[in-house]
């Protein structure tokens, strides 16, 4: 694969990396800039290349799981990740191209730690989920959707398209609200890392969870 530093290797690291995990690319992203000023916007473009397959990877799930509900989200799905393609060619870096050397920070998805801790989160939030819908309703479920993006939200839309108590809706506006909290989240690990780039990861991440709103009306 190419190195991290070639512009090719920008897209292939942003766009490989989101199929496993988006967060974890945003934390390895951030510490490669932080170590290294001179690819600081390559690494903020692989970042937001990764939340962009986010929402594909998940669309791709719930097309699995649950046609029914991926016929009426996936349009919102593909609006979001198309932004954060956008955003991906606005921040690209023109400068001359510079090594980095390869990423070796991002965890092997199909490694047995992964998958196991993976097993527990979805079965321990399957559990949540069912009881906080019992105690809270609707609401609830809306409540723990925010909190569970601050962690793969993979497990939680799982456990949620799984069951087919939830009105739909609730489950769309669950979904949505779920990667809206993981986008604000990835927004912060980077920013919070890379001080040079604050403002620019403000801006963007900004905008891009502000357009999430809307969607959750539609």
């Known amino acids: 694969m190419k190195k991290f530093g ?33 690819i600081s916007k390559r690494a903020f473009q692989a970042t937001i290349l990764a939340s962009s397959v986010m929402y594909l990877r998940i669309l791709v799930i719930i097309y699995l799981l649950n046609k029914g509900l991926a016929f009426g989200i996936w349009w919102k799905l593909i609006i979001l990740s198309g932004v954060g393609l956008l955003f991906a060619i606005l921040v690209h870096d023109k400068t001359e191209e510079t090594s980095a050397g390869p990423i070796t920070t991002i965890q092997n998805p199909f490694e047995i730690k992964p998958a196991v801790i993976f097993a527990f989160l979805f079965v321990l939030l399957s559990i949540i989920t069912i009881w906080v819908k019992q105690f809270f309703g609707g609401s609830g479920l809306l409540a723990l959707s925010a909190i569970v993006g601050v962690t793969d939200i993979d497990p939680f839309i799982l456990s949620i398209i799984s069951q087919h108590q939830p009105v739909e809706n609730i489950i769309e506006s669950a979904i949505i609200i779920s990667m809206m909290s993981n986008t604000i989240i990835k927004g912060v690990y980077f ?8 403002k620019k990861v403000i801006f963007y991440f900004a905008i891009w969870v502000a357009l999430h709103i809307p969607l959750l009306f539609i």
């Open 6 to 38: 070639d512009k090719v290797g920008i897209w292939l690291s942003g766009l490989l990396g989101g199929i496993a995990s988006s967060t974890a690319v945003s934390i390895a992203m951030g510490n490669i800039a932080k170590n290294n000023v001179l």
């Open 191 to 198: 920013g919070f890392l890379v001080k040079g780039l604050r």
